[in-house]
């Protein structure tokens, strides 16, 4: 069905063709409503309001440590079963990063147990994802030059957010900055960590040019891959932990069984507008229908008009089917408090662990985990309240979740290795949350600006948090609505989590 015939009217790029009609979702004041495509866009805010509990006045606050996890840039799906019939193709000139790259900052990886840094080039020679190419003959799962785009604005945003422009050292940054305004100066205080996959990798390092865009091409920056290549924590992953795959199968089953009726309609008009070629397993609908939109979208693929009708219901109702899928299907269980802790926990516990092992031993650094969407949603499930805003959309492409500490100003600021026990430094220690740069609503927090204590931050977070992996991961024997059909063992094989929507 190619296209017989373009016209531009009003900000919407249209082609009338032969069966049916696309729209190329472009966001103008004009077009369809259509969901962010990038969580990108935000800057520096002030920082947070705390106040003594004896006197009631404002405590001063410093900026001591900062964690960023964040979605990789837009990358070309892992499948379009629809692109043929559509006529969509993914070319290899969409992820020919080359001449981007030559801007931007040179990074080494460094994996696991290696002490050579290695050229992303050389790690990703033979790609990264499916070897079956895309229609067009584009490669899957692979950062597009639209991603690599959108990392560089996301450092830019965490540059306006945490660097001190004036300051020459680390010792002349102000306290509600974090970082000099010098990569010379400000190397060793930015510490970045990535997955072992295409997209991540070239996302921390457009990240990292956009942080410290002077002379970014010039000097080097280290990128640590996380895990051994079986022992990933950095993104919800079931190949190891025989529970996990239990509930992520069980949540699965049960996000499809029990649709609501936002959820039925979205996919009804979807199958009907398609004529049944937008097609993917019945668990996996509405989660492979908003990946194949928002990828198109993100590089201006065409997208068939019915589907660009209701893509912010798509979005809305893909979230809510990935929030059950990630809970186990918690909601639909006889223990929906104790099955939520589980799967959450058994999803991105370790990652939590890591993080809050950070946060008790503060060290005036930036620190960067490029990951998917599968790591920063879980994140989110475990540490905001469920009526959060930012619950109601799927992540969009470079979506980061920021976990600021700040201490109060006349506390003395300890190395942590210093004080033996690293908790016992809680006292005067503040955490705040970002999403895409706006604060979260925390369960533990007094106050609406969403600010809690280190140590009612922990407590939070607490039952998600993974003591010991491999007995956590032990099976169980499945009752009731845990009971796993055949069909979903067909849909989701043990270990065979997939990638396409990460």
């Known amino acids: 069905l190619a296209p017989t015939m373009r016209r531009r009217q009003r900000g919407v790029v249209t082609a009338a063709v032969v069966g049916a009609s696309f729209v190329i979702a472009q966001r103008t004041a004009s077009s369809l409503a259509a969901p962010p495509i990038t969580g990108t866009g935000k800057r520096a805010l002030p920082p947070p309001v705390v106040r003594d509990r004896h006197t009631g006045k404002r405590a001063e606050l410093s900026?001591?440590?900062?964690?960023?996890?964040?979605?990789?840039?837009?990358?070309?799906?892992?499948?379009?079963?629809a692109a043929m019939s559509d006529d969509v193709r993914w070319l290899p000139s969409d992820?020919?990063?080359?001449?981007?790259?030559?801007?931007?900052?040179?990074?080494?990886?460094?994996?696991?147990?290696?002490?050579?840094?290695?050229?992303?080039?050389?790690?990703?020679?033979?790609?990264?994802?499916?070897?079956?190419?895309?229609h067009g003959g584009g490669a899957p799962g692979q950062l597009t030059r639209t991603g690599l785009k959108q990392a560089v604005a996301l450092g830019a945003d965490l540059r306006a957010r945490y660097v001190d422009t004036d300051a020459d050292s680390a010792s002349a940054v102000r306290g509600s900055r974090l970082l000099p305004s010098e990569w010379s100066a400000?190397?060793?205080?930015?510490?970045?960590?990535?997955?072992?996959?295409?997209?991540t990798v070239y996302t921390a390092q457009g990240v990292l040019s956009g942080l410290y865009p002077d002379s970014a091409a010039d000097e080097c920056a280290e990128v640590e891959l996380n895990?051994?290549?079986?022992?990933?924590?950095?993104?919800l992953t079931d190949v190891n932990c025989a529970r996990l795959q239990q509930l992520f199968g069980?949540?699965?089953?049960?996000?499809?069984?029990?649709r609501d009726a936002a959820q039925q309609q979205v996919v009804e008009h979807i199958d009907t507008g398609s004529r049944g070629s937008w097609r993917a397993h019945v668990v996996w609908q509405l989660i492979a229908f908003r990946d194949w939109y928002s990828c198109r979208v993100a590089c201006r693929k065409p997208v068939p008009e019915h589907v660009a009708q209701v893509a912010v219901s798509l979005d809305t109702a893909a979230a809510r089917n990935m929030h059950t899928v990630f809970e186990g299907g918690a909601e639909f269980t006889p223990?929906?408090?104790?099955?939520?802790?589980?799967?959450?926990?058994?999803?991105?516990?370790?990652?939590?662990?890591?993080?809050?092992?950070?946060?008790?031993?503060?060290?005036?650094?930036?620190?960067?985990?490029?990951?998917?969407?599968?790591?920063?949603?879980?994140?989110?499930?475990?540490?905001?309240?469920?009526?959060?805003?930012?619950?109601?959309?799927?992540?969009?492409?470079?979506?980061?979740?920021?976990?600021?500490?700040?201490?109060?100003?006349?506390m003395p600021l300890c190395h942590w290795a210093s004080g033996g026990d690293p908790a016992a430094a809680d006292e005067g220690r503040y955490v705040r949350v970002l999403w895409n740069g706006a604060p979260v609503r925390l369960a533990c927090a007094e106050s609406s600006?969403?600010?809690?204590?280190?140590?009612?931050?922990?407590?939070?977070v607490a039952p998600f948090l993974v003591q010991d992996f491999s007995r956590e991961c032990q099976p169980r024997v499945m009752r009731g609505p845990e009971?796993?059909?055949?069909?979903?063992?067909?849909?989701?094989?043990?270990?065979?989590?997939?990638?396409?929507?990460?």
Not at 250 to 258: D, E, F, P
Request: a positive charge.
């Open 335 to 410: 223990h929906p408090a104790e099955t939520r802790r589980e799967a959450v926990r058994l999803a991105i516990g370790r990652m939590l662990r890591f993080l809050v092992e950070r946060l008790e031993r503060p060290d005036q650094t930036l620190h960067l985990y490029s990951g998917h969407d599968w790591t920063v949603t879980p994140l989110l499930l475990a540490v905001c309240r469920h009526d959060e805003p930012a619950l109601r959309s799927w992540p969009p492409f470079c979506s980061s979740l920021a976990l600021e500490l700040w201490s109060r100003s006349d």
């Open 227 to 235: 895990g051994a290549p079986h022992d990933e924590w950095m993104v």
């Open 63 to 81: 900026l001591i440590q900062v964690q960023v996890a964040f979605r990789h840039g837009a990358r070309t799906p892992m499948e379009d079963a």
């Open 186 to 199: 400000a190397r060793r205080l930015v510490v970045a960590r990535s997955t072992l996959v295409e997209r």
């Open 483 to 502: 009971i796993a059909t055949a069909d979903r063992k067909k849909a989701h094989p043990p270990g065979a989590t997939p990638a396409f929507n990460r």
């Open 449 to 460: 600006d969403g600010v809690c204590t280190l140590a009612d931050f922990k407590s939070m």
């Open 95 to 134: 992820t020919d990063k080359a001449e981007l790259l030559s801007g931007c900052r040179r990074i080494h990886l460094f994996p696991p147990g290696c002490g050579d840094g290695l050229e992303p080039a050389d790690v990703f020679k033979a790609g990264s994802g499916s070897a079956v190419p895309l």
């Open 250 to 258: 069980q949540g699965l089953s049960l996000a499809a069984a029990n």
